[in-house]
C-alpha cells in the first residue's frame, strides 16, 4: 500500500529491513549502538562487523535521537541508527520520544540527500510500544516531514510480518481517508 504525500511516496510493506535496497535503512537501535537483538542483531550481521567498529567511534546516542554510518555489506549505502524509547505506559514523553527518533532520521537522509528510506516498526519490539499507536506517531511524522522537505521522495517502512502489516494498513487507511 502507498500514498502520494506532496511529491514524495509513502510506503508500507512486509519483508525484512536488512534486505532494502533504499538508499539508507534505519536501524532500531539502543543507545549505546553497540548492538542488540531484533532489527539492530539482523542489520549487524548483515552490514559485518565493520558496521560496529563505526558504531563504536560514535559515542552512543540519546533516546530520540539518530546517527548515520555507512552500510558496508548491505544493499543500503547507510545505515541511520534511530533510537526510540522504552514504552512504559504512553505517559512518559514516548510519543514525543518516537516522533523525534523519526523526524531526526528524516533529517539526517535528506541533510545526506538521500532519495529513499526505509524503517522498521521502531520501539514496538524489545521496547514494547503498542504497534498502533507507534504507526499513528510514524505517519503523522513522515507526513509532516514530507509536506516541508523535497527528499527523501520515498519513504517505506517495512512490517516483519502480516499481523504488523495489517495494522499499518488500518492506520494509513484512516489518514489517507481524511
Ligand atoms: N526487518 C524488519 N522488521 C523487523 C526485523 C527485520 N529483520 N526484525 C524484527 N523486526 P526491535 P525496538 C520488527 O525489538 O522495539 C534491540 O535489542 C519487530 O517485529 O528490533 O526498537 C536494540 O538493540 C518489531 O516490530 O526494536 C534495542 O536494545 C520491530 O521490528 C532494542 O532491541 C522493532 O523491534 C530496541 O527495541
Redesign the pocket.
Known sequence: MQIKIKHATLEIVQG???KQDTDAIVN???SSLL????????IHRAAGPQLLAECRTLGGCATGDAKITRGYNLKAKYVIHAV?PVYRDGAHGEPALLASAYRRSLELAHAHELHSIAF????????GYPMDDAARVAFATIQEFLKTHATPELVRL?L?DAH?LQVHERVLETLAGG
Open positions: 525484512d529491513i536488512t532500531a537501535a539502543n548492538g542488540g537483538g531484533g532489527v539492530d542483531g539482523a526510540g522498521p516498526a521502531i520501539s514496538t519490539g524489545a521496547y517495512v516483519f504488523a
